[in-house]
């Protein structure tokens, strides 16, 4: 059964993705969520903390400490919102600006290589599978009284 369902084939190959991410950012000095979060910050202006966890799809907890551990390791800063005075914004450094250039290379390194494995037919059926995956979760429309038996 595990081969011929949804959500395994999704499990299987992002831990998969994830675990190949995790031995190219070793190489950095780095780790995926790391660059992940390099890459989900505003080169130019910043980004809002509080922007930061639904834009990555993290819990805020999990968020801080991979936000503490860039900051010590200077990768980020910290920085007064100068719209909202209560609100932090978080800059990329020069370090961080280079290391986020490590990260896009690795990810756009991996698109390359997919695009060239799979039609553009192919990959667009993909994505239309992972949206109307991603939509019927947004919209409780898996588990609730209608579909389930």
Known sequence: MKDST?????????????RMYNE??????????????????????????TA?????????????????????RGLIERKANPKDGRGVLIHLTPFGLEK???A??????????????VTEKDLQ???KVIGVINQLITEKQIYNNKNTN
Do not use: C
Request: charged letters at 25%.
């Open 52 to 72: 930061l966890g639904p834009k990555m799809g993290m819990e805020a907890t999990s968020l801080s400490r991979i936000l503490k551990s860039m900051e010590e």
């Open 6 to 18: 949804i959500d395994y084939a999704l499990r299987a190959t992002w831990q998969a993705v994830a």
């Open 24 to 49: 190219e950012a070793r190489k950095f000095d780095s780790t995926m969520a790391t660059g992940f979060t390099l890459l989900s910050i505003d080169p130019k202006a910043g980004t809002p903390s």
């Open 104 to 117: 896009k290379t690795v990810v756009l390194r991996f698109n390359e290589v997919v695009n060239g494995e």
């Open 100 to 102: 986020r250039e490590d």
């Open 125 to 127: 059926g993909f994505f």
